[in-house]
């Protein structure tokens, strides 16, 4: 039904466009172009009539040449046929293109006519379908008695001939006007735009991407230096063991009994008189109850006074308490007590995770981060880091439907006494079993999802009690179900959750020693909270290799890009690694630090500093150390002579140079930076084949999911082709 969008008073008739009418599908077209070959290719018939006129050919030459002259007039005649037919297509398609109705499902139009060597009949279409004509030749007859000299064009058709008649053809049909009108049908088209590392499209039409860009990304690692909970420092230890953990420390009972603890040392008089907070997770191994306990000690014992201050049990736990203004006797240290069992009776191999666990200034512990010396990092002691798109050597990207459950297809195999296949996205078991089947992993963005399944053949549908899981796992070897959909009954089932991008998923087929009789079973995760019509888990995975890793600061962005057809990588981020063999560090006082030229950088009146990522040092622009505890840093200046320009200054509070590379020998720096002018590398054949694979990926109808699969993920940049059904449907229901 057609409809309309009313805007006062003004309203706007929305008509779809009528199939036959306004537009011609794919099947459509391959009709017409099957009729023009039935005219083209030989009959049974008229090759046997070819075998008798060679016949004849035998008995009178001048009859030969005549049938020869009948075989050339027929090729004129298909020729003309296809003339017809095509400008009956182009005189169509002008039409609707003049009346403005050329809006539908995306069509297809013949690209390049061509003839082979063995007189077959070439035709490429715009979607990549190629068809063949069969030969135009019937079949080779006996060979007959000599005859008169053949005449060229009458008897034969050289090489020259060929090549004449397919450029008669292209001119008479026109192609490139056809390619023209062709292009102007796709400006007619409705397109979207996206950016993201993850892009997820509702309206996307079955089709090629119009554009798609990537660009790299660089990631670091920093601290404000609040954390004062040091993990690695040396403890003191009571019938206790630490383990490091991530973001914190395991304390492990190695003795029986109650009231075990490892004790850290977290600072001295510089804590006097201050409000501080420490806290964290706690998680029991068993029934052993988690403790945090403040007290006030010295180097040789941790528990001379108590602060009187705790945290007791589990989960998310802290406390806040001003510190008192001069020690207590016999104190010079404040010190954090870690129990593995606070009470009760305490079992050796029993233990407590403290993690995300900090000691602050201040009365709020804050999002979590690591012990940095109690400075900002990265800095000397506790470097960070750069990690970038394609450190591991290449860009790796997903373009997905809206099946999120991979279920891809394989023959089938055994399943205990059962067999399992999996046929276009679809689960087929047949059989009894009481094995289950894993499905291989995947990833998915957090948010709300729909998991659904539907289910015939199960024969023990009212008693059995197999089921279909989807699972999630932290490291991809533990698993829990998220999901669990009992098999009973032949319908369909469904169930509502979140997802966490952090964790793992598969969809496992648990068995329970049930009888299946060519069962089928389709699987669907979506996200959302409504279920919809299944589809077959469907993607395309490109990887494109890299020469470089594909930078990035700020604005600027490593990319791909193509010139005059070939593809390069483009390179807007430089690196230089300081390994203490530079020969031009110089020390100067004004800026309290080591100077260093840039030659490549793009420092300039316009950009004067600071387009910088340091591995050791932070990025500041103030001059030298300017006093404790403000940390080492790096950088920029621009002056306005070539002598001054484009210097970087390393401020660590020493003036000593040789010292100074002594220590970057030791402790590499990297510096990535904006260059001054881009630097193009030609791409390899394996770049070049993966980026036109990246040109021609398509988006699924209506939903497409587009992610960068690496661990610092490139940006994209999507042009694609909207579906118009879909954009109709919205617009009814706005």
């Given at each position: 039904m057609d409809k309309s969008i009313d805007l006062g008073n003004l309203i706007i008739p929305i008509i779809k466009p009528i199939k036959g009418v306004d537009y011609f599908t794919v099947e459509e077209v391959q009709q017409m172009i099957n009729e023009v070959f039935n005219r083209v290719n030989p009959t049974v018939e008229q090759a046997e009539t070819a075998r008798q006129n060679n016949e004849t050919t035998r008995q009178n030459n001048e009859i030969s040449r005549q049938n020869n002259e009948n075989i050339r007039q027929q090729n004129e005649e298909a020729r003309e046929i296809i003339k017809e037919r095509v400008e009956t297509l182009i005189e169509e398609i002008q039409r609707k293109l003049d009346n403005g109705e050329f809006i539908g499902e995306q069509g297809v139009g013949i690209t390049n006519i061509s003839f082979s060597e063995n007189y077959t009949i070439i035709i490429h279409l715009s979607d990549g379908t190629v068809y063949e004509s069969g030969s135009i030749r019937g079949e080779q007859g006996e060979r007959g008695e000599k005859g008169d000299t053949p005449e060229r064009g009458v008897d034969y058709w050289t090489g020259e001939d060929k090549r004449e008649i397919i450029q008669d053809v292209e001119n008479d049909i026109n192609i490139p006007d056809l390619q023209e009108r062709l292009q102007d049908a796709e400006k007619n088209q409705l397109t979207g735009q996206a950016s993201g590392q993850s892009i997820d499209l509702s309206d996307s039409a079955d089709s090629r991407v119009r554009s798609i860009e990537l660009e790299g990304n660089s990631e670091q690692e920093s601290t404000t230096g609040k954390n004062l909970f040091?993990?690695?420092?040396?403890?003191?230890?009571?019938?206790t063991e630490k383990i490091v953990l991530d973001t914190g420390v395991r304390v492990k009972q190695t003795v029986d009994g109650?009231?075990?603890?490892?004790?850290?040392?977290?600072?001295g008089s510089e804590l006097l008189g201050k409000q501080v907070t420490f806290g964290g997770k706690i998680t029991p191994s068993a029934s052993n109850v988690g403790c945090v306990y403040l007290y006030y000690g010295n180097q040789n014992n941790a528990t001379?006074?108590?602060?009187?201050?705790?945290?007791?049990?589990?989960?998310?736990?802290?406390?806040?308490?001003?510190l008192l203004d001069e020690f207590p006797a016999n104190c010079d240290t404040v010190w954090l007590l870690l129990y593995s069992n606070r009470d009760g009776t305490g079992n050796i191999n029993d233990y407590i995770d403290y993690t995300d666990f900090m000691f602050v200034i201040g009365s709020a512990l804050g999002e979590y981060e690591p012990y940095t010396g109690g400075i900002a990092s990265p800095n000397p002691s506790y470097p960070q880091e750069i990690h970038s798109t394609g450190d591991s050597g290449s860009v790796n990207e997903k373009v997905q439907n809206k099946n999120l459950a991979k279920i891809e297809d394989f023959t089938e195999t055994a399943l205990g006494n059962a067999t399992i296949a999996v046929e276009e996205g679809i689960i087929k078991i047949n059989g009894t079993t009481s094995t289950s089947y894993a499905f291989?992993?995947?990833?998915?963005?957090?948010?709300?999802?729909?998991?659904?399944?539907e289910v015939t053949g199960y024969t023990d549908k009212d008693t059995g009690n197999s089921s279909i899981l989807l699972q999630q796992s932290n490291d991809g070897q533990n698993w829990s179900n998220l999901f669990d959909i009992s098999l009973k009954s032949n319908l369909s089932k469904q169930s509502t959750g979140t997802l966490d991008s952090s964790k793992y998923y598969r969809v496992r087929l648990y068995n329970s020693n049930?009888?299946?009789s060519n069962a089928t079973i389709k699987v669907q995760l979506e996200y959302g909270t409504v279920k919809t019509n299944f589809v077959a888990y469907e993607e395309q995975n490109i990887t494109i290799p890299c020469q470089q890793p594909m930078r990035a600061i700020g604005e600027y962005k490593d990319t791909f890009v193509k010139v005059d057809g070939n593809w390069y990588e483009r390179h807007y981020i430089g690196q230089k690694i300081?390994?203490?063999?530079?020969?031009?560090?110089s020390y100067t006082t004004s800026y309290q630090g080591f100077r260093y030229k840039l030659e490549d950088a793009n420092l300039n009146s316009s950009n004067p500093q600071n387009n910088l990522m340091c591995s050791h040092f932070k990025v500041s622009n103030i001059r030298g150390i300017n006093g404790s505890p403000e940390p080492p840093?790096?950088?920029?200046?621009?002056?306005t002579t070539e002598l001054d320009a484009k210097y970087i200054f390393i401020c660590d509070g020493n003036t000593d140079v040789n010292v100074f590379k002594t220590w970057l020998s030791n402790n590499n720096v990297e510096l990535i930076y904006v260059l001054a002018t881009p630097v193009d590398l030609p791409c390899t054949e394996e770049q070049t084949e993966a980026l036109e694979s990246l040109e021609k990926a398509r988006t699924y109808k209506p939903v497409t999911h587009i992610s960068s699969e690496d661990t610092v993920p490139a940006t994209i940049d999507l042009t694609y082709v909207k579906d118009l059904e879909t954009v109709i449907n919205n617009l009814g229901g706005a």
């Open positions: 040091d993990k690695e420092a040396a403890a003191i230890r009571s019938g109650q009231f075990k603890y490892l004790a850290i040392k977290i600072g001379v006074t108590p602060g009187n201050v705790s945290v007791i049990g589990s989960g998310d736990k802290s406390a806040t308490i001003t291989p992993t995947f990833q998915a963005n957090s948010g709300s999802a729909v998991f659904s399944i049930n009888t299946f300081f390994d203490g063999t530079e020969t031009t560090f840093i790096i950088r920029t200046y621009y002056g």
